[in-house]
């Protein structure tokens, strides 16, 4: 077999053994703990990490790196042909570039599922009960603060926009609460897999639902898909989730609707651009703010580890990737 070495980029922090491990797989492993895009990219081209068949890369791990885009392509070497993300999102990753050059690309669904939707649905209750007020107050010794009451998730219509896995997974925690779920996604899905949710259009779920979660995946042509036309057409106080990608929503537009009451309350773990939140969600007391927290448990963050070691591991020991990107499988005869 020809020199097939493994880098990892960033740290692990439940998974070290594993790692490890794959040194009995692996011509030979390198490490990039920390260090900058600069020195990053002078050892590629000083050879360091010549060899490398697959590397494990992580949305913690860019900020040693920078973005994989078309300059670091150019210098890492031409032996690399799998990239092992960690991370639901992979937008720091240009897929084009990649696949242009043969190099395979593998994200962490599944795992995150269950996590995400947890913090969807504690975030469509905040909102729902417009909590922020009352959440601060009792903190600051004022009890209830200037109280207001809340709305029931019961009986109101969930709209969940991009039904993959985590939107199924909210989907099913809904339900327990009694509310109807309907979704809108590129394609609709088998029967079996909708679970009793409604099929509709896009416009039909911004017109129809009381609640709107976003799920999709952030890229040129879902940028912004929520602005000010979209609010327009939705319902007087909806109530807006979002666990997703920040820019998936126009946030001054959002600003706005919260302002103007056509957005009752909204529930947030994603901004446009983090760490940076818009003055106007600070300032608004009915948003429930999170600060990009999903995934961020015991449990789940280990388990996305070990996903991604697999991901390396069938690369390295055949060639192939578990969870693959989609946009790669659509035409993985390219690949
Ligand atoms: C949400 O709570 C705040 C603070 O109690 C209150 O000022 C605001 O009117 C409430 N929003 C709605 C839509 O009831
Ligand atoms: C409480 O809220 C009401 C209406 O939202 C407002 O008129 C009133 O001034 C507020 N009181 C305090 C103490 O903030
Ligand atoms: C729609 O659902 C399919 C599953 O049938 C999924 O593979 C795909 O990613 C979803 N697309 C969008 C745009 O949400
Ligand atoms: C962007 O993502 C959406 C939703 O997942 C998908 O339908 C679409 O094909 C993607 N577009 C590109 C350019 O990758
Ligand atoms: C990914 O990294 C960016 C900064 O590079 C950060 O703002 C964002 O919150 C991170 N996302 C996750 C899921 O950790
Ligand atoms: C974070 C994210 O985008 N998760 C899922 C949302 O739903 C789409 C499909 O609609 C999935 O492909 C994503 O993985």
Redesign the pocket.
Known sequence: MTQRAALLIGALTHTRKEWEQIRSIASKIYEYPSGTREEFISKCKSGAFDGIYALYRSNDSNKFTGNFNDELLDVLPKSLKFICHNGAGYDNIDVPACTKRGISVSSTPIAVDDATADVAIFLMLGALRNITHSFQAVRQGKWRGNFSLGHDPKNKVLGIL?MGGIGSAVAHRAKSFGMKIQYHN?TQLPAEKENGAKYVTFDELLQTSDVLSLN??L????RHIIGKEEFNKMKDGIIIVNTARGPLIDEAALVDALKSGKVWSAGLDVFEEEPKIHPGLLEAENVVLLPHMGTATYETQRDMELLVLDNLKAAIQSDKLLTQIP?QKKDSARI
Do not use: K, M
């Open positions: 991009g590129r999709l995946s890229n040129i042509s879902t946009e």
